[in-house]
Each structure stands twice: as C-alpha cells, then as structure tokens.
C-alpha cells in the first residue's frame, strides 16, 4: 500500500508540476527538476530513493528513444545526416577526451581512464531533454531536427566510449580495439533495428484489432534493445533504427484507427516517462551531496564542476562553429546565429545520470561518488540554465520558429493533391458506380474537406466562412443530440449497449470537428513558399503580378454573392473568387481560359498555384 501510494504521489506531483510549468511557460523538464530537488529535502524518505541505472537504460531508455524516432520524418533525418554524424559521433568523441584530461588535470588522484569513462557519459546532450525543450522555445524546424537527430544516436556512442574507458581503468585498450567495438555497436545495432522492422512490419500489416496493436507496439523497443544489447551491438542504435523504419511505413501498414490508437497511448506513455524521469532525477541531489560530503574539500568539488562545465560548453561551442563554417554552412542551412544556438542547445538528462551511476560503481568509492556529482551537476546546469536562456538567445539571434501559417498553406496543397487524385478515382468509376445522390455527397465532403484547408491559409474579412458557419451549428447540433441521448438513458428508454454505441459516434463527429477548429494561423511575414525544385514549368514561367487595388470578383458583385478570398490570374490579371466562395469564379476561370496558375491576393499572402501540375509555388 505504501509503495502504491508513492507511486501515486509521484505521478500527481508530474501532473500538477507540469500543468502549472505550461502555465506559466515555463519548460517542464526544468521545473520536473526543481521540484525534485525540493521533494528530497522536504519529504521525508524521498532521499533514500537511488534511481537504478538498469532501470533507466534498460526500463525507460528504449520506449523514450522508439517514442521519439517513430515520430521523426526518417526522411528529414536522412537530410541531416552529415550534420547528426558530426554530432552525435565527432563531437561525442572530442568532448570524451578534453574532460577527460581537465578532470585528471583539476583532480591528478583521478585517473585519466576515469575521467575519460565520465566524460563519456557527460558528452551526449538527452533525447528527452532535447524533444521536451527544443520544440517549446520557438527554435527552427531545421534545426530541432538537426538536435532530435543528434540526440537520438549520440547515445550509442557514448555508452561504447564509457564501456571502453571502464575496461582500462583496470586494464589496457588500444585505439584499434575500441574502434572495432564501436563500429560492431554501430553496424550491429542497425542491423538488429532492420531486423526487428523486417519481422514486425507484415505482422502488423495483419493485425485488425487496434488494442492488439498498440500493445504489440509496447514490446518493439525491448525486442531491438535487449538482443543487441546482450551482442554486445548498440541497443540504442537499434531502437533508433526501428523506430524510424517503423515510422517511415506506419501509413502503409495501418489502418486510421490503429494509428490515432497507437499515437495516443504511445503520447500519454512518452508524456508519463518522460515528466516522471526528471522528477526522479531530481530526487537524486540530496543522496548525492551526503556522499561526497566529508570526502573531499567543497571548494575542490565546486571548481571540478565548473571546469566541467565550461569545458563541455567551450567544447561544443568550437566544435559547432567550426565545423559547420568549414562545410560552407550547408550543414544546418543557417547563419553563426543558428551555430551559437545549436551550441548553446546542449541539455544533459537522464542517460548521462544512469552512465554515471555505473561509472560510480566500477571505480574506487574514493572518488565515484564525486564523479557521479559532477555529471548530476551538468545535467542540472545544462537544464536549468540553458533551458531558461534559449528563448531569450533565440529571440536575440532573430531565429524563427516554424511559421504556421506556412504549415498551413502546404497542408492545404497538400491536402488538394490528395483531394484530386481522389476525386479522378470517382471519376474513373463511372456514373453507374453509385447512385447520383450518393456521388454527389461524396465529392461535397472531399469539397469541404478542402476548404476548410484553404481557409485556414485565408485572410477572411468577411465573417464567418461556409465551412466554419457549418462547424459552428453541427457542434450545436451534437450537444442537443447527445442531451437526447442522455435522457433517453436517465428515462431508461435504451440499453447500455446501444446507448454506448451511439454515444461513440457522437464523440468521434466532435472530435474531428474539435481538430478542425484551430485557430487562423498568422504571420507578420509575406506568405510565398518558394522551393525551386518543386516548380512546375509552368510556375517557373508565371511573372508575378502585383494585387489590384482595391481587389473585388466582379462576377461575385454582379451575382449577388460574397467571396471568401481572392485569386488573380497571373496570365491575364482576371481576380476571381476561391473554391471556398459561393462562386467559385477563380476556377470558372480557369476551365474558361485554360490560365494555369493563379496566386493569392490576400494581406500578406504572395503563394502561387498551378491548376495543370497541382504544385504550390
């Protein structure tokens, strides 16, 4: 009971630390952190709580590493692989060296073996702290992919470099012999992440039961990180690798609803490990400073940890800066601005904690309670200072964050690519497919569907749109519904089983009605995409026009009829109403004149489109 209750305690502290962090916009990681650190002194017990490290490496690592590279675009990381081997391989090694030599430096009694094993371990920057702060203080795309990419796989090094440096405290390895286990780690761990994908993959394309599924998708991180593991191969390569491969074919493999099932028990178990993790990190201070308490000097303690820290910082400061100048900045596609940032982004967390722990216990107690300080002292530093200060350093660098209103403009071509080709299916299917009714209600809601898309994009000075006035009175629709259905069951006028059933219907229609509902993306910047690469020829041709002042669909005001947002041919200079409009005018005129591409005449808006080649320019 009482273990229970702990648990209990634990997981209401994460709750209300995290709801109150969002809050106040703070990162929750570091206020998990903070609180703790205040829960080891102020509960009483809490202190005597070490976390294991074959629990966090073993338990917890390989579900928080599938999490977060099931959910990373394998396609993006193949884009940023120099940069994700330069990180998470080169700069790993190099920082294992230099605080290596500045601990046994500072510290002579520690043997350079030593503090080679706990530089490894300080060395990567967490997948969970990267994921938890990276996306929430505003940074570009490109680069918290550049920083998920990295610390996914730097892990794998790290470990290797820990185990190689703990052989020879107690005896001698060559370069050659750890190069080899490195490569083996490497390669191996791979080789068992495509293997694991190989065999999963056609079982899950099998699996119709969505809760089969999910639970399925419960053992795969085990499944890849154990057996490597034990093959003396990288477990976290292994886990990366069936993540992303899993990820990458996850639309081919699965229904729509074993997916949203499997995304959302995975969200809430990620949400939960992740939060939990930190708490319990936190927790570890008190324990930790009553060891090396008496041990040795405070003022030698706290000058080791401060030349640590500096020296990870500087490190990976140089590193950063240099190699990416040296590439020409192709690297991360970004200024020094970007570089400083990346360099500052650099949180420790959970594996750099458990990798302590073992180191702890593989060197003398003289001094591995001091290095394990040391490398808890990092990961507080790292998330505490550095995730209170990258806001303030982006906002200084004048970096962007991903502008949703471009998001939203490339989901709605997008979303009209796949709407076409779905629609020339219908087409190709004939009239005798189905009844006139039933054809024409399917090509409305592919129509509404897509604009909503647009009107998202849509500057609309008019109101409300079509589709929102529909959202608007369907809501209102289904909360009388289920008010119907509700009484029907306090009057005891259904079963259970039928009410349940209609009550789920209900809940799916507003729950897809809720997702649509997001607020108008806005963006103090001229909206016009522009990839060269994904130009049609005839998007290559268009010369831009600039927007009529003042801009009106003449065919609107002569019909009567208000438009939504306007389109101007960039052949001609015709304005035209869009599809969300009551008119249509801008593909009137289109199917008219046969112009191919048209742009947005709206505040701030400059995309263009091309109707032959469904391509956004």
């Known amino acids: ?19 109150v962090a969002q809050r106040l916009r703070i990162p929750p990681p570091m206020a998990l952190l903070v609180v703790g650190i205040a829960m080891s002194y102020a509960i009483p017990g809490a202190a005597d ?68 094993a706990i530089g490894a371990v300080i060395a990567p920057p967490d997948a969970v702290a990267a994921t938890a702060i990276a ?15 990295e610390s996914l796989v730097n892990d794998a090094t790290s470990l290797t470099l820990m185990r190689a440096a703990i052989v020879a405290i107690g005896s001698t390895v060559s370069v050659l012999e750890v190069g080899g286990e490195f490569i083996w780690a490497v390669v191996g761990g791979a080789l068992f992440g495509v293997l694991v994908a190989a065999i999963y993959s056609p079982i899950r394309k099998r699996i119709t039961d969505p809760s089969v599924d999910s639970v399925l998708s419960f053992t795969i991180p085990y499944l890849a990180y154990i057996p490597a593991d034990e093959a003396h191969a990288s477990g976290v390569i292994s886990v990366v690798v069936a993540g992303l491969l899993i990820g990458h074919k996850a639309p081919q493999l699965l229904s729509g609803a074993a997916r949203l099932t499997a995304e959302e028990n995975w969200r809430t178990i ?23 308490n008496g041990q040795w000097p405070w003022k ?29 900045r192709r690297k991360y596609s970004h200024s020094w601005r970007a570089f400083a940032v990346i360099s500052w982004a650099s949180m420790r967390g959970v594996v750099t904690v458990a990798g302590a722990m073992i180191v702890g216990e593989s060197v003398p107690e003289s001094y591995g309670s001091l290095l394990v300080l040391v490398a808890f002292s990092i990961v507080l530093a790292t998330i505490l200072i550095h995730g209170a200060t990258l806001p303030a350093l982006i906002r200084r660098m004048g970096l962007r964050g991903a ?27 004939g009239p005798d497919a189905a009844r006139p009714e039933v054809l024409a209600q399917l090509r409305m809601r592919a129509d509404q569907r897509l604009n909503r898309a647009w009107e998202r994009v849509g500057v609309n000075a008019a109101g409300e749109t079509p589709v929102q006035e529909y959202q608007r009175i369907r809501m209102m629709m289904l ?107 801008a593909d ?8 191919p591409v048209m742009r947005s005449i709206e505040p701030g808006q400059a995309w263009r489109w091309c109707y032959i080649h469904q391509r956004l320019g």
């Open 300 to 328: 030698t303690v706290i000058w080791l940890c401060l030349g640590v820290y500096v020296a990870t910082i500087l490190t990976r400061t140089v590193w950063v800066m240099t190699d990416g100048f040296l590439r020409g």
């Open 135 to 149: 996306r929430n203080v505003g940074m570009p795309r490109r680069m918290v992919q550049v920083l998920e990419g």
């Open 49 to 116: 709580y070490h976390l294991p490290p074959e629990l966090v490496l073993v338990g917890l690592l390989p579900p928080l590493l599938y999490s977060a590279a099931y959910n990373t675009s394998f396609i993006d990381f193949r884009a940023n692989r120099r940069a994700v081997l330069s990180l998470s391989v080169g700069l790993v090694a190099v920082t294992t060296l230099v605080l290596g030599f500045v601990i046994h430096a500072i510290i002579p009694q520690i043997p350079l073996a030593a503090g080679f």
């Open 403 to 429: 502008d949703p209103a471009e998001d939203a403009l490339h989901e709605a071509s997008l979303l009209a690519v796949a709407n076409d080709a779905g629609l020339k299916l219908l087409d190709s299917l």
């Open 1 to 19: 009971m009482n273990l229970a209750m702990q648990l209990v305690g634990v997981v209401i502290a994460v709750v209300v630390t995290t709801a």
């Open 479 to 585: 909360e009388a519904e289920r008010a119907a259905v509700i009484s029907a069951r306090d009057n005891r006028l259904t079963d259970d089983e039928a009410l349940r059933s209609v009550i789920r219907m209900l809940d799916v229609e507003e729950a897809i009605l809720d997702s649509q509902e997001r607020p108008q993306p806005e963006s103090d910047t001229v909206l016009a995409p522009n990839n060269p690469h994904r130009l049609c020829d005839d998007l290559r041709q268009a010369t831009m026009r600039p927007a009529p002042d003042p801009a009106q669909c003449d065919r609107c005001i002569a019909d009567g009829q208000q438009w939504v947002a306007l389109r101007m041919c960039l052949a001609c200079g015709h304005v035209g109403c869009c599809d969300s409009s009551v008119g249509r005018h």
């Open 270 to 292: 990620s949400f939960t490990l992740e939060h939990v993790v930190f708490l319990l990190l936190g927790m570890q201070l008190r324990w930790l400073i009553e060891d090396v």
């Open 588 to 595: 009137a005129h289109f199917s008219e004149t046969g112009h």
